[in-house]
């Protein structure tokens, strides 16, 4: 497949950086690649001043540029085309080369096993090796599931998803259109319900009898889980992209467009609402209440509620200015520290010195 330069601003909404573009021969692109690696039969962007080197020195045939760019590559043969966010142009460019690379075909393996009582219709679903579709359960048009998936009894999965391998969709769970689950991610675990039996002594397990509810263009990452309710629904709200090993516990909500990063960990039956971002590795204890767009920084630990619309920072979670300034008072705690041991010292000398001048001077015993 090759894109020419007119297919190129179509997609990417941009406009030529420079009318001397125009008198260049007009580019055409068959790959996309790094500003580092690319040649010139591919296009790159530049979404990010760290990579503002690899972008003068690129070789790449056509580059994704930000408005107001101040320098040109080196080498004259790069075309600009400015768009108000290169990384989300170019993420256009990559859907168009994917989509010719990855055609749906739809149908169902030989070594696929679909029971009888599974809505599936082979001619609008692909079905591949290994997988299994119990009974009930049912596939909406245009879906795709990969390589040894299990969908449970009576499980719906909408139209236009997309189930890569190992993917397990347990029992009654909800899956709603155009979503995206990355390999040996499970829906519908199993919540983390125990209680200790005190005549016994030995834990016993409480059953979860809920389900979870997928909502519309919603990403799952690789081996995240996410719980199914103990009774009612674990809810994942529209939009929203969860990363790789992630853990979403029994009967959370997440609301529409939130983020959650690798590493991170909600337990069960908090709300996180909608526009959260919520970096790596954090910790979100049980039963808690997170505002719209609030953003949670690297390895926040949250163990109260947060209001919405705030950054937060640390363990336990403080707003992040605060915890900035937390952080720089704990970086200067060895200099703190070595100067009260020089004060106590010099204290103790002074309390010697002066004891030693009243035994001298002092008239009376």
Known sequence: MTLSLAEL?????????????????????????TLAEATPAEASFLGNEKYYKDYLATKAGVVLVPPGVPERPSDAGVTLIEVENPS????????????????????IHPTAFVHPEAQVDPAKVRVRAGAVIEAGASIGEGTDIGPG???????????????????????????????????????????????????????????????????????????????????????????????????????VTIGKHTIVVSQSGVAGSSHLGNYVTVAAQCGIAGHLHIGDQAILAARTGVMSDLKGGEAYWGSPSSPFKDAMKQYAALRKLPEAMK????????????????????????PFK
Not at 11 to 32: A, D, F, H, M, Q
Request: net charge neutral.
């Open 9 to 33: 601003l179509r997609l990417t909404g941009g406009k030529l950086v420079s009318p001397e573009t125009e008198s260049r021969v007009s580019p055409s692109v068959s790959g996309v690649a």
């Open 88 to 107: 989300l142009a170019f993420n256009a460019l990559v859907d168009a080369f994917m989509k010719v690379s990855g055609d749906f075909e739809p149908g």
């Open 149 to 251: 998936c299990v969908v449970g009894s009576h499980a719906q999965i909408g139209e236009h998803c997309k189930l890569y391998a190992r993917v397990v969709v347990r029992e009654r769970c909800i899956v709603g259109n155009y979503v995206v689950v990355q390999p040996g991610a499970v829906i519908g675990s199993d919540g983390f319900g125990f209680l200790l039996n005190k005549e016994t002594g030995r834990y016993e397990t409480v059953d979860q009898v809920g389900i979870v509810v997928i909502e519309d263009h919603v990403d799952i990452g690789a081996n995240t889980t996410i719980d199914r309710a103990r009774f009612g629904r674990t809810v994942i709200g529209e939009g929203t992209k969860i990363d790789n090993l992630v853990q979403i516990g029994h009967n």
């Open 339 to 362: 100067t009260v041991q020089e004060l106590r010292k010099g204290a103790s000398e002074l309390r010697e010195r002066l004891a030693e001048k009243r035994r001298f001077w002092w």
